[in-house]
């Protein structure tokens, strides 16, 4: 299944920088009694082009359509984990993997669990504009609880596991059984949550290629005029025997279109 996403290079113009705060009744009404509650700042994600916060946005469309398929996917083989990687840096899949999980929380039957494993170049965090005191880090040092270090960015459904700065040998850490069990527990403790791995490139190192077997599937991002057909190519071979649920085709031009 290929997926062809255009690039969300600017956000909605937001009605104000205050941060957000939490909203809904009903399914959207949920409570984090063990979970920190961060407030997000509009502009800050705006900065960082995070445009699904806001269900609402005409920005948000094409990351709905990348849930609707990924979703459609998972369900049917009964996977919960998936990672998303890219040939290269710069490929957007950070940015990418931010939103389709705002996306995912949207869905009234999912939730949506986004986890930094990115542990060269941490990214989400700061992307989101989130304090991170206790973070993955202090966690893999046995320094703090699960319970601790995951933070609800004020957006219902939706729970973040950030890592606050590069961790050493990190090949040698996704190889471990201690990162192994973790990847066990976020997947089986909700039925319904869908677990996101934001994962390094995969050309550059063996991180992915590491860690891989223990999802239940990938999709890879690929950014438009920057990654080449070797590039790509080289990638599907690391991802071989791996499930892949999509291609997504990143900074691309964007098309207008009405709805008939």
């Known amino acids: 299944?290929?997926?062809?996403?255009?690039?969300?290079?600017?956000?909605?113009?937001?009605?104000?920088?205050?941060a957000m705060t939490p909203t809904g009744s009903g399914l959207n009404a949920l409570s984090y009694v063990q979970t920190r509650v961060v407030p997000l700042r509009y502009d800050h994600l705006e900065r960082n082009r995070i445009v699904a916060y806001n269900k609402n946005?005409?920005?948000g469309g094409a990351f709905d359509l990348l849930r609707t398929q990924v979703l459609k996917t998972m369900d049917e083989n009964g996977w919960r984990t998936l990672a998303i990687t890219s040939p290269t840096p710069e490929a957007g899949k950070t940015v990418l993997a931010i939103n389709l999980a705002m996306s995912i929380a949207h869905h009234t039957t999912?939730?949506?669990?986004?986890?930094?494993?990115?542990?060269?170049?941490p990214k989400v965090g700061s992307c989101l504009g989130l304090s991170?005191?206790?973070?993955?880090?202090?966690?893999?040092?046995?320094?703090?609880?699960?319970?601790?270090?995951?933070?609800?960015?004020?957006?219902?459904?939706?729970?973040?596991?950030?890592?606050?700065?590069?961790?050493?040998?990190?090949?040698?850490?996704?190889?471990?059984?201690?990162?192994?069990?973790?990847?066990?527990?976020l997947r089986e403790r909700y039925d319904s949550r869908i677990v996101i791995f934001d994962l390094?490139?995969?050309?550059?190192?063996?991180?992915?290629?590491?860690?891989?077997?223990?999802?239940?599937?990938?999709?890879?991002?690929?950014a438009n005029g920057m990654n080449s057909n070797k590039e790509i190519e080289e990638s599907l071979h690391h991802l071989d025997g791996a499930n892949i649920v999509g291609t997504v085709l990143n900074k691309a031009e964007p098309q207008n279109r009405t709805y008939y």
Do not use: G, H, W
């Open 1 to 18: 299944m290929d997926i062809l996403k255009p690039d969300a290079d600017k956000a909605e113009q937001p009605a104000s920088s205050k």
């Open 57 to 59: 946005s005409s920005m």
């Open 110 to 121: 999912k939730t949506a669990l986004l986890v930094d494993f990115d542990l060269r170049r």
């Open 132 to 185: 991170m005191e206790k973070s993955l880090n202090e966690l893999l040092s046995d320094e703090a609880e699960l319970q601790d270090v995951l933070v609800n960015p004020t957006l219902p459904r939706f729970v973040v596991l950030p890592t606050r700065e590069p961790i050493p040998l990190s090949t040698e850490v996704l190889s471990s059984p201690q990162v192994s069990n973790l990847i066990v527990d």
């Open 200 to 222: 390094p490139p995969i050309l550059s190192s063996d991180d992915v290629i590491t860690v891989l077997p223990k999802f239940d599937c990938v999709l890879l991002v690929v």
